[in-house]
């Protein structure tokens, strides 16, 4: 073995291995480094796969047990560490690629209040903990600062699962958790002033949230409403037509030398650098080029690195050892505690449903909210490193706070998928326990079409507490929402579609259609004039449900399943098709017929023709005798309308 190790170490060296000519790599440290990432891997999978937990855990986990402070048997430490750093830049920079103004102005004011009160309240506690069990100062303000963060990957998890990302309450813990990111990087800036031995100065304590409060605000200004538009009109808009992916590779070059540029200048300013690569990517937010280019180069290098950052940077740095300390299991048990102040945040959530205030579905949103903003990730880690590294805090708190947060990481997806559960279960309950005679009632009213639905699409620029606004309108005209979902072109931030199915509990039997023109063209005034947009489009018009059949449990359950299934069908509307588009697809030999509904979704998605053509087709099928299948949104001018076509060889 040993010979064969000296002959390995040769070869990689290129050069006499006595004279030490060229970088020397063992076979052990080679065949450790594999092994190491492939325990990386597969600890993240099992992790997901059979515990339920978020793939971190089991990273975290593997890092842990291989690295330095339990059997030690990664070598290049510092090198590992060294790409998980890399990992968290380019996360950074690929958050605020995928800042999504339109949510942040469809939540409004209650999202960013939201945020601030759930970074701010869980910091307080935290430092009343901290100080209450001895620590003083500096300690107890880092240790504060740890549990600030929150980590929208672990929620987004969940709430993609139980289909509630567009929902009202998805929309507001996406929001909610952008703003907390950026204040995490505040939050960071500032701990700087207070890394070192020497006591610091009133000065050095404001300059570093002076300046990443600039860079946030003016730099984040300048990043969306200006630098957009002069490098479109300077340098994109000047690529010849044609040749889309070029624009794309410029855009993802400027990106990286707007992040080398801004990196060591929020450095240099006493700010994060993190900060200069989150304003590098927010340069292009509304770049669908860039995103998707960033997307197609980096997505399986950034899934690795970050990998690496939780079994190294963060796995490497978890004294286990200290884990077995009574001390340590105590104090990071009570620390958990200052997660209520996470959890308190869920209170402040509108009521999107016609239930009472903070019972039935308005209590679900509240926790739902609540436990996505508990779920602490990789921002909580780098703080509480960021501290112990700089002699902020000791190792025994550091130990204690990052127990806490690896709490938080198990526990709040679990509470989360608990409570999504336990409502949905909760509802069914409800329908089920229906009397038979209402049941009976509602079916013969869909039948007869005595019972009034109605299906409202609203075409609008996006405006701040939109969402809200337009869920108390629909209260106040008595309308019962069955289901409802919101969705915008990522290209653009000027529009967005809103779409209901809902039930009049007004109007129970019209007589005439006149009179169900009246009550649509009510409910169309009432929206247009809260939306208080000239070019808005709202559309009104009745909805007539299927009878529900034999195998349906009840017809509630039938209406609130046909509603969610039509709202995921259209969800098609956030793609503007391009007439490139079906021109390529002329060229190909492919020809454009019309067609029905029932048809289009009579066949299941087909992953390849939607990446294909630029995600035109929300569901697609391809055989040698059908050809392929699309729905598309088309704007007439006066109406939000969806238009079928079946594609086929010509």
């Given at each position: 073995?040993?010979y064969?190790?000296?002959?390995?170490?040769?070869m990689?060296?290129?050069?006499?291995?006595?004279?030490?000519?060229?970088?020397h790599?063992t076979?052990?440290?080679?065949?450790?480094c594999?092994?190491?990432?492939?325990?990386i891997?597969?600890?993240?999978?099992?992790?997901?796969r059979?515990?339920?937990?978020?793939?971190?855990?089991?990273?975290?986990?593997?890092g842990?047990?291989?690295?330095p402070?339990l059997?030690d048997?990664v070598?290049y430490?510092?090198?590992?560490v060294?790409?998980?750093?890399?990992?968290?830049?380019?996360?950074?920079?690929?958050?605020?690629?995928?800042?999504?103004?339109t949510?942040?102005?469809l939540?409004?004011?209650?999202?960013?209040l939201?945020?601030?009160?759930?970074t701010?309240?869980?910091?307080?506690?935290a430092?009343?903990?901290?100080?209450?069990?001895?620590?003083?100062?500096t300690?107890?303000?880092?240790?504060?600062?740890a549990?600030a963060?929150?980590s929208l990957?672990?929620?987004?998890?969940?709430?993609?699962?139980?289909?509630?990302?567009?929902?009202?309450?998805?929309?507001?813990?996406v929001?909610?958790?952008?703003?907390?990111?950026?204040?995490?990087?505040?939050?960071?800036?500032?701990?700087?002033a207070?890394?070192?031995?020497?006591?610091?100065?009133?000065l050095?304590?404001?300059i570093?949230?002076?300046?990443?409060?600039a860079?946030?605000?003016?730099?984040?200004?300048?990043?969306?409403f200006?630098?957009?538009?002069?490098?479109?009109?300077?340098?994109?808009?000047?690529?010849?037509?044609?040749?889309?992916?070029n624009r794309?590779?410029?855009?993802?070059a400027?990106m990286?030398?707007?992040?080398?540029?801004?990196?060591?200048?929020?450095?240099?300013?006493?700010a994060?650098?993190l900060?200069?690569?989150?304003l590098?990517?927010?340069?292009f937010c509304?770049n669908?080029?860039?995103?998707?280019?960033?997307?197609s180069q980096?997505?399986r290098?950034l899934?690795?690195?970050?990998?690496?950052?939780?079994?190294?940077?963060?796995?490497?740095?978890?004294?286990?050892q200290m884990?077995?300390?009574?001390?340590?299991?105590?104090q990071?048990s009570v620390?958990?505690?200052?997660?209520?102040?996470?959890?308190?945040?869920?209170f402040?959530?509108p009521?999107?449903s016609?239930t009472?205030?903070?019972?039935?579905?308005?209590l679900?949103d509240c926790?739902?909210?609540?436990?996505?903003?508990?779920?602490?990730?990789?921002?909580a880690f780098?703080?509480a490193?960021?501290?112990?590294s700089?002699?902020m805090?000791?190792?025994?708190?550091?130990?204690?706070?990052?127990?806490?947060?690896?709490?938080?990481t198990?526990?709040?997806?679990?509470?989360?998928?608990?409570?999504i559960?336990?409502?949905n279960?909760e509802?069914?309950?409800t329908i089920?326990?229906?009397?038979d005679?209402?049941?009976?009632?509602?079916?013969n009213?869909?039948?007869?079409?005595t019972?009034?639905?109605?299906n409202?699409q609203?075409?609008?620029?996006p405006a701040?507490?939109l969402?809200?606004?337009?869920?108390?309108?629909?209260?106040?005209?008595?309308?019962q929402?069955?289901?409802?979902r919101?969705?915008?072109?990522?290209q653009s931030?000027?529009?967005?579609?809103n779409?209901?199915?809902a039930l009049?509990?007004?109007?129970?039997?019209p007589?005439?259609?006149?009179?169900?023109?009246q009550?649509?063209?009510q409910?169309?005034?009432?929206?247009?004039k809260?939306?208080?947009?000239?070019?808005?489009?709202?559309?009104v018009?009745?909805?007539v449900p299927?009878?529900?059949?034999?195998?349906?449990k009840?017809?509630?359950?039938h209406?609130i399943?046909?509603?969610?299934?039509?709202?995921?069908?259209?969800?098609?509307?956030?793609?503007?098709?391009?007439e490139?588009?079906?021109?390529n697809?002329e060229?190909?030999?492919?020809?454009k017929?019309?067609t029905?509904?029932?048809?289009?979704?009579?066949?299941?998605?087909?992953?390849r023709?939607?990446?294909?053509?630029?995600?035109l087709?929300?569901?697609?099928f391809?055989?040698?005798d059908h050809?392929?299948?699309?729905?598309?949104?088309?704007?007439?001018?006066?109406?939000i309308?969806?238009?079928?076509?079946r594609y086929?060889?010509?």
């Amino acid at each position: 073995m040993t010979y064969l190790n000296n002959a390995f170490t040769r070869m990689l060296a290129e050069g006499d291995d006595e004279e030490h000519f060229g970088v020397h790599i063992t076979y052990a440290d080679l065949y450790s480094c594999i092994l190491f990432l492939t325990a990386i891997y597969f600890s993240g999978f099992l992790s997901a796969r059979f515990l339920s937990l978020p793939n971190l855990v089991g990273e975290i986990f593997a890092g842990i047990v291989l690295g330095p402070n339990l059997l030690d048997v990664v070598p290049y430490v510092e090198a590992f560490v060294m790409l998980g750093e890399i990992g968290l830049i380019l996360l950074v920079l690929e958050a605020g690629i995928d800042i999504d103004l339109t949510t942040l102005k469809l939540i409004g004011k209650r999202g960013i209040l939201i945020a601030l009160v759930g970074t701010l309240l869980p910091i307080v506690l935290a430092y009343l903990i901290a100080y209450l069990i001895g620590y003083r100062g500096t300690a107890a303000i880092a240790a504060g600062c740890a549990f600030a963060p929150t980590s929208l990957g672990i929620a987004m998890n969940v709430l993609r699962q139980s289909n509630l990302v567009n929902t009202p309450v998805g929309q507001v813990v996406v929001a909610a958790a952008i703003i907390d990111d950026m204040i995490a990087l505040v939050i960071l800036s500032q701990l700087q002033a207070f890394a070192g031995d020497e006591v610091p100065t009133t000065l050095d304590m404001i300059i570093p949230v002076v300046s990443a409060l600039a860079f946030l605000l003016v730099g984040g200004s300048l990043a969306v409403f200006v630098l957009p538009k002069f490098l479109n009109r300077l340098i994109l808009d000047r690529i010849e037509e044609g040749t889309h992916h070029n624009r794309e590779w410029m855009s993802l070059a400027i990106m990286f030398l707007l992040f080398l540029g801004l990196f060591p200048a929020t450095y240099a300013a006493k700010a994060s650098p993190l900060m200069g690569a989150f304003l590098a990517g927010l340069v292009f937010c509304s770049n669908e080029g860039a995103h998707h280019m960033f997307l197609s180069q980096f997505k399986r290098v950034l899934q690795w690195l970050l990998r690496i950052f939780f079994a190294a940077s963060i796995g490497f740095q978890v004294p286990i050892q200290m884990f077995a300390n009574f001390t340590v299991l105590w104090q990071g048990s009570v620390f958990a505690l200052a997660l209520v102040g996470k959890i308190a945040v869920g209170f402040m959530v509108p009521n999107f449903s016609p239930t009472t205030m903070f019972k039935g579905m308005h209590l679900r949103d509240c926790l739902v909210v609540g436990f996505s903003m508990m779920a602490e990730g990789e921002f909580a880690f780098v703080i509480a490193v960021f501290a112990v590294s700089n002699g902020m805090i000791t190792e025994e708190l550091y130990a204690s706070v990052v127990l806490a947060v690896l709490f938080s990481t198990i526990l709040a997806p679990f509470f989360l998928r608990y409570s999504i559960s336990y409502f949905n279960n909760e509802v069914k309950s409800t329908i089920s326990g229906t009397s038979d005679n209402l049941n009976e009632s509602l079916a013969n009213a869909i039948q007869e079409q005595t019972a009034l639905f109605f299906n409202i699409q609203i075409k609008s620029a996006p405006a701040w507490g939109l969402l809200v606004n337009i869920m108390d309108d629909l209260d106040e005209l008595n309308l019962q929402v069955i289901d409802h979902r919101s969705w915008h072109p990522r290209q653009s931030h000027d529009l967005l579609i809103n779409e209901v199915y809902a039930l009049d509990s007004c109007m129970k039997s019209p007589e005439t259609d006149e009179l169900v023109l009246q009550r649509a063209n009510q409910i169309t005034s009432k929206i247009e004039k809260t939306i208080g947009q000239k070019e808005a489009v709202v559309k009104v018009q009745r909805w007539v449900p299927e009878m529900p059949g034999s195998s349906a449990k009840s017809t509630k359950e039938h209406l609130i399943h046909a509603a969610s299934n039509l709202l995921r069908s259209a969800s098609n509307l956030d793609v503007n098709p391009m007439e490139d588009d079906y021109v390529n697809m002329e060229e190909g030999g492919v020809k454009k017929l019309e067609t029905d509904r029932n048809e289009l979704l009579s066949h299941s998605l087909n992953k390849r023709y939607g990446r294909r053509l630029g995600g035109l087709f929300r569901r697609g099928f391809s055989t040698a005798d059908h050809g392929i299948y699309g729905a598309v949104s088309e704007d007439s001018g006066e109406d939000i309308e969806l238009h079928y076509w079946r594609y086929e060889a010509a």
